[in-house]
C-alpha cells in the first residue's frame, strides 16, 4: 500500500485547507485511516481517524474545525481544516491500517502504512 498526501501549503491564520491523501496498491485490506501532525521535537500526534464504517474520531478542540472524510470509490482521504492557528504549523500525514474494529483507530502501533506527509505552515 502507497499513500500519497497532497494540498498542504501556505496559509494566513484564520484560513483553510483541505488536505488529500491518495492510496494505491493493494487497498483491498486497508480499513481505518487517520491523519497525524508532527512538528521536529515534539511526538507525533494523532490529529483525526476514521473507521472502515464512517465512524470518526478527531483530537481534543479540532472537532468543529477539522472534517475527516473518505472516498472508497476513488481511494481518497480526506482532512478539510478550517480557522487554522499558527501553532498548527505542521507536516501533516495520512496512515491507514488493517486492523478490523468498527471504531476509529487511535493507536498509533495500530497503522500499518503511512505516507511521506505534506507541510502546512499557517502564518500569524
Known amino acids: 500500500v502507497q499513500l500519497a498526501e497532497s494540498g498542504g501549503g501556505l496559509v494566513q491564520a484564520g484560513g483553510s485547507l483541505r488536505l488529500s491523501c491518495a492510496a494505491s496498491g493493494s487497498i483491498f485490506s486497508i480499513t481505518a485511516m487517520g491523519w497525524y501532525r508532527r512538528v521536529p521535537g515534539k511526538k507525533r500526534e494523532l490529529v483525526a481517524a476514521?473507521?472502515?464504517?464512517?465512524?470518526?474520531y478527531y483530537a481534543d478542540s479540532l472537532e468543529g474545525r477539522f472534517t475527516i472524510s473518505r472516498d472508497k470509490a476513488s481511494n481518497t482521504l480526506y482532512l478539510q481544516m478550517n480557522s487554522l492557528e499558527p501553532e498548527e504549523t505542521a507536516m501533516y500525514c495520512c496512515?491507514?491500517?488493517?486492523?478490523?474494529?468498527?471504531?476509529?483507530?487511535?493507536?498509533?502501533?495500530?497503522?500499518?502504512?503511512w505516507g511521506q506527509g505534506t507541510q502546512v505552515t499557517v502564518s500569524s
Open positions: 476514521i473507521s472502515d464504517g464512517g465512524s470518526t
Open positions: 496512515a491507514a491500517s488493517h486492523q478490523y474494529t468498527i471504531v476509529p483507530v487511535t493507536n498509533t502501533d495500530s497503522y500499518d502504512y
